[in-house]
C-alpha cells in the first residue's frame, strides 16, 4: 500500500467552515462518522484515502471482536461492516493487506498465540501498513503513536517487573533500549524529545489526570506537526485526530470531552481564517 499526496492542495473553505460544521453537528450529541462522510464529499479521492487510514483502528477493534469473540458491539467508524468482515474471515479478497495477513496467521495458528498478543500483533501490522504512506505528516504521527505506547507499556512493565520481551511493538534501536535501560527516563532523552514530559505525566497517580494529559501531549505534538502548514490536508488530518481524541473522552468522561471541545473551537476560530483572496469553494476532482 502506497498512497501517494505529490501535489499540495488547499482546503481553504472548509477549515475556515470548520467551526459552524462542528457546531452544527454538537447540538444533541458529537457525531463523528457525519464528519467523516462530510470529508468524503470534499477531499480529494486521495486525500480521503489519507483520512480512512487513521479509522482503520476500529476495523482492527472490529475484527478482533469478531475473531476473539468478544460480544462488543460493532464500531460503525471503521471502514468496513460487520458483514463485510465475517466474509474476509471466510475468504480474504478485498480488504487491506495487513489485514488479510493477520487473518490468514489467526486462522493458521487456530487462534492460539504466539509471544505477542493479537493485539500486539494486529496493531504491529497496522503500524508497518501505514508507514508505507508517503505524506510526511501521517509518517511521523504514526512513528509517534508507536514510541509512545512502547514507553507506555515499558513503563508498566518495568513498575510492575514484568518482561517486556513479547509486549513492545517493533524493532530498532528505541526498543533495545527500553529493553535494557533501568534509568528513570530509560536513556532516551537525546531520542525522545518529550520523555521527561511524559514520565513525569505517568507517574502521576490519578489516573483520569494522567490519561488526560496524554492526550494533550499528543495533542500539542499534533499542533507541532502542522506548523507552517494552513488550509492544506495535513491541516484536516490534525483535526481529525483530535476529533478522534475528543469522541473518546465524549464516552469516557464528558466533562473533559467538552473541554477539549471548547479547545478545539477556540483553536479553530483564532487561527484559521479564510484568506479574503479566496472565494472559490476547493471540490474534490
Known amino acids: ?24 453537528q454538537s447540538k444533541i450529541s458529537f457525531i463523528l462518522p457525519e464528519f467523516k462522510n462530510e470529508l468524503r464529499d470534499v477531499l480529494f479521492k486521495d486525500d480521503y484515502k489519507l483520512v480512512e487510514l487513521l479509522f482503520l483502528t476500529y476495523d482492527n477493534t472490529n475484527l478482533l471482536n469478531i475473531l476473539l469473540k ?22 480474504p479478497e478485498w480488504i487491506e493487506d495487513y ?17 505477542q498478543s493479537w493485539e500486539n500483533q494486529l496493531t504491529q501490522l497496522y503500524l508497518d501498513y501505514v508507514q508505507n504512506v508517503s505524506n510526511t505528516f501521517l509518517k511521523d504521527w504514526f512513528s509517534f ?18 518482561s517486556m520481551d513479547d509486549k513492545l511493538i517493533g524493532e530498532g ?26 514520565i513525569s505525566i505517568i507517574e502521576n497517580k490519578n489516573l483520569l489526570d494522567r490519561e488526560k494529559n496524554i492526550d494533550l501531549l499528543k495533542w500539542n505534538y499534533l499542533d507541532e ?30 466533562e473533559t470531552g467538552n473541554e477539549l471541545f ?24
Open 99 to 115: 489485514l488479510r495477513v493477520f487473518i490468514e496467521t489467526y486462522k493458521a495458528s487456530g487462534g492460539t498465540e504466539n509471544e
Open 262 to 285: 471548547e479547545k478545539f473551537l477556540n483553536d479553530l476560530k483564532t487561527t484559521y481564517k479564510f484568506p479574503i483572496e479566496f472565494n472559490i469553494y476547493e471540490r474534490r476532482k
Open 70 to 91: 468478544n460480544n462488543k458491539p460493532h464500531n460503525s467508524l471503521g471502514k468496513y461492516t460487520q458483514d463485510e468482515l465475517e466474509e474476509e474471515i471466510k475468504e
Open 173 to 198: 534501536d528505541i526498543i533495545e533500549t527500553l529493553k535494557k535501560s533501568h534509568a528513570r527516563d530509560f536513556g532516551l532523552s537525546s531520542e525522545v524529545d518529550y520523555i521527561e514530559k511524559l
Open 225 to 254: 506537526l502542522i506548523t507552517f502548514h494552513y488550509f492544506s490536508i495535513e491541516v484536516v488530518l490534525s483535526f481529525m485526530i483530535k476529533l478522534i481524541i475528543i469522541t473518546r473522552w465524549m464516552e469516557l468522561d464528558k
Open 145 to 162: 503513536e508507536k514510541t509512545l505506547k512502547n514507553i507506555l507499556t515499558a513503563y508498566n512493565c518495568k513498575k510492575h517487573q514484568m
Open 1 to 24: 500500500m502506497k498512497v501517494m499526496n505529490k501535489i499540495p492542495r488547499n482546503y481553504y473553505c472548509l477549515i475556515a467552515g470548520l467551526p459552524d460544521i462542528i457546531i452544527d
